[in-house]
T-cell receptor, first 116, second 119 residues
Framework: DTAVSQTPKYLVTQMGNDKSIKCEQNLGHDTMYWYKQDSKKFLKIMFSYNNKELIINETVPNRFSPKSPDKAHLNLHINSLELGDSAVYFC???????????????FGPGTRLTVL | AQKITQTQPGMFVQEKEAVTLDCTYDTSDPSYGLFWYKQPSSGEMIFLIYQGSYDQQNATEGRYSLNFQKARKSANLVISASQLGDSAMYFCAMREGRWSGGGADGLTFGKGTHLIIQP
């Protein structure tokens, strides 16, 4: 059984379009995250959600919006896509009941977004 | 300033040799966790090993061990008896605690080391 899953795995779209990436975890974790990995392989946190509440929101454009219908899902919506949004987007989750800095984050397989 | 520094962009190692991947970190928080992830060419992020700032002993997981030197703020990953399948990108990451308690924070990653195991 897949612990953290993302769909789609590949996403190719035109500039200006709106797209969504879905993420689901079946680990019963309390916190979910979105990370962006750029062309140089650098990973950076974008958002985290804990119990449907946005905990951190790094300085990402407001064209990006996370939406969590329930604790097991955290979707990423991107409006008005730009060339610079091309990257691999990873969803992750961690238990985070207490002493969060100790909790391992488990990653989904990633979604490679290409904006033409 | 970078919080996680991995000084080896790439490494070539002969199969069956031991490998040490360097990682230094910077934090003023007494509570933090250090993590290593492996990213093979297929792209997924695989968790390898964890070390907590209060842990007295170095972490070990099978062929992976973490050489934790707190005073030097280093957390090097050691892979014993390397295998061809170990060829991948390796990322060191840190998660800091909060004095106030509670709240979630993301991982801060280093730039990674591309390890290539040669037969």
């Amino acid at each position: 059984d897949t612990a953290v899953s993302q769909t789609p795995k590949y996403l190719v779209t035109q500039m200006g379009n709106d797209k969504s990436i879905k993420c689901e975890q079946n680990l019963g974790h309390d916190t979910m995250y979105w990370y962006k990995q750029d062309s140089k392989k650098f990973l950076k946190i974008m958002f985290s959600y804990n119990n449907k509440e946005l905990i951190i929101n790094e300085t990402v454009p407001n064209r990006f919006s996370p939406k969590s219908p329930d604790k097991a899902h955290l979707n990423l919506h991107i409006n008005s896509l730009e060339l610079g949004d091309s990257a691999v987007y990873f969803c992750a989750s961690s238990q985070d009941r207490s002493l969060e800095w100790r909790d391992t984050q488990y990653f989904g397989p990633g979604t490679r977004l290409t904006v033409l | 300033a970078q919080k996680i520094t991995q000084t080896q962009p790439g490494m070539f190692v002969q199969e069956k040799e031991a490998v040490t991947l360097d990682c230094t970190y910077d934090t003023s928080d007494p509570s933090y966790g250090l993590f290593w992830y492996k990213q093979p060419s297929s792209g997924e992020m695989i968790f390898l090993i964890y070390q907590g700032s209060y842990d007295q002993q170095n972490a070990t997981e099978g062929r992976y061990s973490l050489n934790f030197q707190k005073a030097r703020k280093s957390a090097n990953l050691v892979i014993s008896a390397s295998q061809l399948g170990d060829s991948a990108m390796y990322f060191c990451a840190m998660r800091e605690g909060r004095w106030s308690g509670g709240g979630a924070d993301g991982l801060t990653f280093g730039k990674g080391t591309h390890l290539i195991i040669q037969p």
